[in-house]
């Protein structure tokens, strides 16, 4: 019995994937549990201790000395000439300071009758211990990305296979049009692991602004380095994210790094979110140079600064205001959380001419009108062919009086 019980707790160390010694002290905690339940008294203090290599189980309890003939529960308390048998130097204690002797009991039949008493608070602190074991391992990888297989998907909500563990991807986590199907492979972004009263809850994104981080991480080996940065990420999920970055070594070009060979880095980190478009962009101290370059790719003209207000105002060709406001308003979205500033886009084409409109009609000459240049060459032709004398084709001459046609 002892050697299957044994057997009981190195299976289920195995396929809990639970230490071997944390099995160990909760079946010894539960075990004393059961102890205390039928043989003694709920307040007592008792241990169980499980021989490893045999598997007896032994129990001690505590008790408080008292004066010989003042014990009122046997269960809690012993007198000091009883305890002195088992401590020489046990002596009474005081009410805020018992002195406890600690012996072994042998109870009757602890072995069948514990077994069944125990047997569900086993099984609870397993559950329990399991639940720490997957609470602290995960903790320490929030902020991080990890691979998983979607393990299911009820309504909105996509349940995801961590390994040891089951990560939960809600709607407002999930890429806007992404669909997922069971078995399908994610990269997913830890966003924070709870303790609930179910087990721990892990909270998985792909939305999430840092993962895109996190991916660039994996693909660029400067970051760890040192070599490059990124300053910061403005991202809207699924359609576009603003990336800045900058060198901190000589003759490093921060935005070539992330981009990489032929764009297989940034291609690589685009995959991984869907296609999403990803714009790189090299960070600037200089709050006008980061501001015109957070706003590629369109070319921006001037920047105008109000500090107090944290607005600026970015004057573009008139060509390109489309492309610097973007789809709906994308673009300049994107760099305004980028920079952190409140960013007005104005075409410099209509603010010249609203500005110099009189100067300009005085200055510029009005346009001269489209020549028809084919009319005028067949005009000069006729004219030529009407002032030169009529000549004989054959000889050149011109016609004598005789040699006239005649009417």
């Known amino acids: ?32 549990a059961a102890y205390k339940k039928d043989y003694s008294d709920k307040d007592q203090e008792a241990r169980a201790v499980l021989d490893q290599t045999t598997g007896d189980v032994r129990i001690f309890e505590s008790k408080a000395v008292v004066p ?13 000439t009883d305890a002195k048998k088992i401590d020489k130097n046990a002596h009474v204690g005081t009410e805020e300071e018992p002195y406890l002797v600690e012996m072994e009991a042998h109870p009757e039949d602890f072995g069948r009758v514990a077994a069944q008493t125990a047997k569900q608070v086993i099984i609870q602190r397993l559950r329990e211990a399991e639940r720490e074991i997957v609470f602290t391992e995960y903790k320490d990888k929030e902020g991080l990305v990890l691979n998983s297989n979607v393990q299911r998907v009820e309504g909105n ?40 009263a179910r087990g721990p809850q892990i909270v998985l994104s792909r939305a999430h602004a840092n993962m895109v981080k996190h991916l660039f991480e994996l693909e660029v080996p ?30 490093v070009d921060a935005v070539g790094t992330f981009v990489g060979g032929r764009g297989s880095r940034v291609q690589a980190v685009m995959s991984d979110l869907g296609e999403e478009k990803i714009d790189i962009i090299p960070y600037s101290e200089d ?8 706003l590629s790719p369109t070319k921006v003209v001037s920047v105008s600064l109000n500090e107090d207000d944290k607005k600026a105002v970015v004057r573009v060709p008139e060509d390109q205001l489309s492309l610097a406001i973007g789809k709906q308003g994308q673009n300049v979205r994107l ?73």
């Open 1 to 32: 019995m002892q050697t299957n019980f044994l057997a009981a707790i190195n299976l289920i160390a195995e396929e809990k994937n639970l230490p071997r010694d944390i099995i160990i002290e909760t079946v010894e905690a539960a075990l004393a």
């Open 157 to 196: 909500v996509a349940y995801v296979d961590l390994g040891k563990a089951t990560g939960v991807l809600f709607a407002s986590e999930q890429i806007p049009g992404e669909r997922y199907y069971t078995g399908q492979r994610l990269k997913v972004y830890v966003v924070r692991v709870e303790q609930t």
């Open 287 to 294: 709050p006008e140079t980061y501001i015109a370059n957070a």
């Open 335 to 407: 760099a305004a959380k980028l920079t952190g500033w409140n960013i007005d886009i104005v075409s410099a084409d209509e603010s010249r001419i609203e500005a110099t409109a009189d100067a300009a009609e005085e200055v510029a000459p009005a346009p001269a009108p489209k020549r028809d240049l084919e009319g005028d060459l067949i005009a000069a032709i006729n004219a030529q062919a009407e002032e030169a004398p009529q000549t004989d084709a054959l000889s050149g001459q011109e016609p004598t009086d005789d040699e006239q046609p005649k009417g």
């Open 222 to 251: 400067e970051i760890e380095a040192g070599t490059v940065e990124i300053m910061n990420i403005a991202r809207e999920a699924g359609i576009r994210s603003k990336v800045a970055v900058q060198s901190h070594a000589a003759g």
């Open 68 to 80: 010989d003939g003042d014990v009122e529960n046997e269960f809690l308390q012993i007198g000091l």
